[in-house]
């Protein structure tokens, strides 16, 4: 009886040390995309750029002021990185999201010539990439 109890510890042990990985892979890969992101966000006035919000379990719907000055990229990857690390493992959806009215043209429209293809249509079809790197880093 001793060894079943043992070994159901064991397995428990097991699940707790892949969810923290699992944990672990996903954030690292959520803060590759969001870098990428922020990089490949046009900028006309900067307020688009720093507008990138993290969500967990709900779409961010904050937005920044229209008046600037307004974080350059180092800061705005630094303050999504925050917000990525501090997500623990009850969190089931992370979301990444620009909730500016024009939004959606950039994105979808073509509407910047610095980014006629959008951002996250660009980075979506990577994430297993993401992925992928994160998991080795985890190996190593």
């Known amino acids: 009886m001793a060894d079943n109890a043992q070994f159901s510890l064991d397995i428990k042990a097991h699940c707790e040390a ?11 890969a959520m803060i ?5 992101v922020v990089d490949m966000s046009p900028v006309d006035t900067g307020r688009f750029r720093s507008n990138w919000e993290v969500g967990h379990d709900i779409v961010p719907d904050e937005t920044t002021p229209e008046i600037g000055p307004y ?5 705005v990857k ?24 024009y ?4 994105e979808m429209e073509g509407w910047s010539k610095q980014a006629p293809a959008g951002m996250l249509r660009v980075v979506v079809p ?3 990439t993401y992925l992928d790197k994160a998991a080795r880093e985890l190996k190593k």
């Open 126 to 128: 990577e994430f297993q």
């Open 18 to 28: 892949a969810k923290a990985d699992m944990l672990t892979v996903t954030k690292k």
């Open 78 to 101: 630094a303050r999504l990185k925050n917000h990525i690390e501090e997500i623990s493992g009850d969190v089931r959806f992370i979301f990444l999201a620009n909730t500016l009215p």
């Open 32 to 36: 590759d995309v969001a870098n990428r």
């Open 103 to 106: 939004a959606y043209r950039l």
């Open 71 to 75: 974080p350059r990229g180092p800061e």
